[in-house]
C-alpha cells in the first residue's frame, strides 16, 4: 500500500529556514516523479518544485532562489529545504508521487508551514 507521510512542518520566523522531508513506502522510488505542493488557505494548490526520475527539475517563480529538493535513493526519502521563508510561503505543504509508468498519483497528508513573527 503506498504511503507518502510528510514532516518537519511547524512555525518560523519569516527569514528562517525549515526543512520537509517526506517518507514514502509502497512505490518503486526510483521510478516516480516526485514533487512539493502547497496550498494556502482560500487558494488553490500549487506547485513548489517537482523532480522527475531522471533528475530534471522544475521550480515554481517564487522558489526558485530559495529551495532545494533531493532525494534519498537509500531510505526512499524526497526531503524539501527552504530558506528566507515569507509569510506569503504559510500552507499546508503536501508531498505528491506520480508513477513514470501508469500516470497514477499518490498524496500525502501534509504537513503545515506557517511563516511569522
Known amino acids: 500500500q503506498v504511503q507518502l507521510v510528510e514532516s518537519g512542518g511547524g512555525l518560523v520566523q519569516p527569514g528562517g529556514s525549515l526543512r520537509l522531508s517526506c517518507a514514502t513506502s509502497g512505490i518503486d522510488f526510483a521510478q516516480f516523479a516526485m514533487g512539493w505542493y502547497r496550498q494556502a488557505p482560500g487558494k488553490e494548490r500549487e506547485l513548489v518544485v517537482e523532480?522527475?526520475?531522471?533528475?530534471?527539475?522544475n521550480f515554481a517563480n517564487s522558489a526558485r532562489q530559495r529551495v532545494t529538493v533531493s532525494r534519498d535513493f537509500t531510505m526512499k526519502i524526497l526531503h524539501l529545504q527552504m530558506k528566507s521563508l515569507r509569510p506569503e510561503d504559510t500552507a499546508i505543504y503536501y508531498c505528491?508521487?506520480?508513477?513514470?509508468?501508469?500516470?497514477?498519483?499518490?498524496w500525502g497528508p501534509g504537513t503545515q508551514v506557517t511563516v511569522s513573527s
Open positions: 523532480l522527475s526520475s531522471s533528475g530534471n527539475v
Open positions: 505528491r508521487a506520480r508513477s513514470d509508468d501508469t500516470g497514477n498519483t499518490y
